[in-house]
């Protein structure tokens, strides 16, 4: 009976605990759960009350799931610093020990001015538990040594054992692969030579580029709207619109955020949640990729870090088919203007959105597959010959529409279509912090929704007048006028001005029954 009283009171996890609430919700009795883990029925119902917190808590990461006692830091700004700057290192694999921890955390407090912090071992073993890091040795690869046999050894281990057993249960309608890229959408031809290679961590080039993110499935039957990131939140050529091929945000540096992603997630999650699907969706371990929301209806499965220039399928000739559309618009356009003696004006934000979204949705869905296949994640199929023939048309018209504006511009010989295409493929997408970054995010962003055209690189276009309802039902006879004096329009051209014809005629439907003829007639 003496040691009964000196009996020691078990602690659990915040794991431990989930678990314990997972077991419940799995439509286990709460009798059989406590006998199972161990604890008594009033525990039980502390557990199942306080589930909010526990959850919270996971989600925000805000402690780590092996974390016993939910206690703040003393010192809660460095530690939220510290955790953002670890966050960053550990999503690239390098190694830290607790030394390193301990002088980056010296260095962040003297940014934040506090001069009497001690980055004490002990402090490192509380920051340790609070997160729930285990410090190991981790081998960082090196990715221009890709295909070595360490490199090999990795992705043919990938290929027989986590991505088998990660398709298991989905078929290739429901295996979706997202990544982003960065885009500089005002890019001349004359000057890709000064843009190739270019990171663009800031200055100038930075007002002039776009983060894209693109998502599509293993049958190539879905391809999901594109999020496009800016600078401004709110550029003047965006007024007033209210509809767009894409979704549109906006940050300091036109990057992929943790925010910005985790809400893309979500709203996915919601979509499949309504259409009562589970889909397993494919990503890379960026930076922005590393604190995800809690989801429903969406397993995601990291691909292998630095494998994925042979392992993602949108890294495999799917984004680069997107680039090439979308270059080929640009180069239309500019030869457009040339003919017409225009100058040679540059894109605003509007204008690459539409055209980036139309170039991705013009991705066909032989490409697609094909680029799946190649990343080795669905089976291998013969190629059509005549099909690899007709891919090849579309290139030689491309390279026609480059040769004659790299003539009338003056592009270096030594300056091909493919650089031209491939200019911005080392854009940074998602954000690298350095000290400065890690306190600036640590407090509010008092400018985040200011919005000059100029400083953000924004072009001033004239004021364009507004087209009615009218205009635009006129404009599509006009364009019906003249396919029916060219030869060889495809029924498919037909049928999508067709869909166009059938919207604007429902739409003015709409606004008679809505509205007066008088109202109606003032629009005009």
């Known amino acids: 009976m003496a040691n009964k009283g000196n009996k020691k009171r078990r602690q659990f996890s915040l794991e431990e605990k989930m678990k314990v609430v997972e077991a419940v919700d799995s439509g286990k009795r709460k009798g059989d759960v406590a006998k199972e883990f161990g604890i008594t029925p009033s525990t039980l119902s502390t557990f199942l009350k306080d589930r909010t917190k526990f959850e919270e808590k996971v989600r925000e990461a805000s402690v780590g799931p092996q974390r016993k006692r939910m206690r703040n830091a003393l010192y809660d700004d460095i530690d939220k610093a510290v955790f953002a700057w670890f966050q960053e290192i550990h999503a690239k694999n390098i190694l830290v020990t607790g030394s390193v921890i301990r002088k980056k955390a010296l260095?962040?407090?003297?940014?934040?001015?506090?001069?009497?912090?001690?980055?004490?071992?002990?402090?490192?073993?509380?920051?340790?538990?609070?997160?729930?890091?285990?410090?190991?040795?981790?081998c960082r690869e090196d990715s221009d040594r890709l295909m070595n046999g360490l490199g090999i050894d990795k992705v043919n281990e990938w290929h027989a054992g986590e991505i088998i057993k990660l398709i298991a249960d989905y078929s290739p309608d429901d295996i979706f692969n997202a990544d982003e890229t960065g885009v500089f959408f005002q890019l001349l031809p004359q000057h890709t030579l000064a843009a190739k290679g270019d990171h663009c961590r800031g200055g100038k080039k930075?007002?002039?580029?776009?983060?894209?993110?693109?998502?599509?499935?293993?049958?190539?039957?879905?391809?999901?709207?594109?999020?496009?990131?800016?600078?401004?939140?709110?550029?003047?050529?965006?007024?007033?619109?209210?509809?767009?091929p894409c979704d549109y945000r906006a940050n300091q540096w036109a990057w992929m955020t943790q925010d910005l992603f985790n809400e893309w997630l979500m709203q996915v999650d919601a979509r499949m949640k309504q259409a009562e699907r589970r889909i397993l969706l494919l990503i890379d371990n960026c930076s922005a990729h590393n604190m995800l929301p809690r989801l429903e209806r969406i397993q995601v499965g990291y691909l292998p870090s630095n494998c994925t220039a042979v392992l993602q399928p949108l890294n495999l000739g799917i984004i680069h088919t997107m680039k090439v559309r979308y270059?080929?618009?640009?180069?239309?356009?500019?030869?457009?203007?040339?003919?017409?003696?225009?100058?040679?004006?540059?894109?605003?934000?509007?204008q690459a959105i539409d055209m980036i979204a139309a170039a991705w949705w013009s991705v066909k869905q032989s490409t697609v597959v094909r680029c799946w296949q190649k990343a080795g994640i669905i089976p291998m199929e013969l190629t059509d010959s005549d099909t690899e023939a007709a891919a090849s048309e579309p290139e030689v018209a491309i390279e026609k529409l480059w040769h004659s504006v790299a003539l009338a511009t003056r592009v270096p010989n030594e300056i091909h279509f493919q650089d031209f295409v491939t200019a911005d493929d080392d854009l940074i997408i998602a954000q690298e912090l350095i000290d400065t970054e890690v306190i600036q995010g640590m407090?509010?962003?008092?400018?985040?929704?200011?919005?000059?055209?100029?400083?953000?690189?924004?072009?001033?276009?004239?004021?364009?007048?507004?087209?009615?309802?009218?205009?635009?039902?006129?404009?599509?006879?006009?364009?019906?006028?003249?396919?029916?004096?060219?030869?060889?329009?495809?029924?498919?051209?037909?049928?999508?001005?067709?869909?166009?014809?059938?919207?604007?005629?429902?739409?003015?439907?709409?606004?008679?029954?809505?509205?007066?003829?008088?109202?109606?007639?003032?629009?005009?």
């Not at 407090?109 to 509380?126: I, K």
């Not at 040679?344 to 934000?349: A, C, T, W």
């Not at 006129?474 to 001005?497: A, E, I, M, Y």
């Open 443 to 524: 407090e509010d962003a008092e400018n985040r929704d200011e919005a000059g055209s100029e400083e953000d690189g924004e072009v001033s276009l004239p004021m364009q007048p507004k087209i009615t309802i009218t205009d635009a039902i006129s404009n599509v006879q006009k364009l019906r006028q003249f396919l029916s004096t060219c030869v060889g329009v495809p029924d498919t051209v037909f049928g999508q001005l067709n869909g166009i014809d059938e919207y604007l005629m429902r739409k003015v439907t709409q606004t008679l029954v809505d509205s007066k003829i008088t109202d109606l007639l003032q629009t005009k």
């Open 107 to 138: 260095n962040l407090a003297n940014m934040l001015g506090y001069d009497n912090f001690q980055a004490s071992v002990g402090w490192l073993n509380r920051f340790r538990d609070r997160h729930g890091i285990a410090l190991k040795a981790v």
């Open 206 to 244: 930075a007002k002039q580029r776009l983060t894209a993110l693109f998502c599509c499935n293993a049958s190539g039957t879905e391809k999901m709207r594109p999020l496009i990131v800016g600078r401004s939140p709110n550029p003047h050529c965006l007024e007033n619109v209210h509809s767009l």
């Open 327 to 350: 270059r080929s618009y640009l180069l239309t356009q500019i030869l457009l203007k040339l003919h017409s003696g225009e100058d040679q004006g540059k894109v605003d934000i509007r």
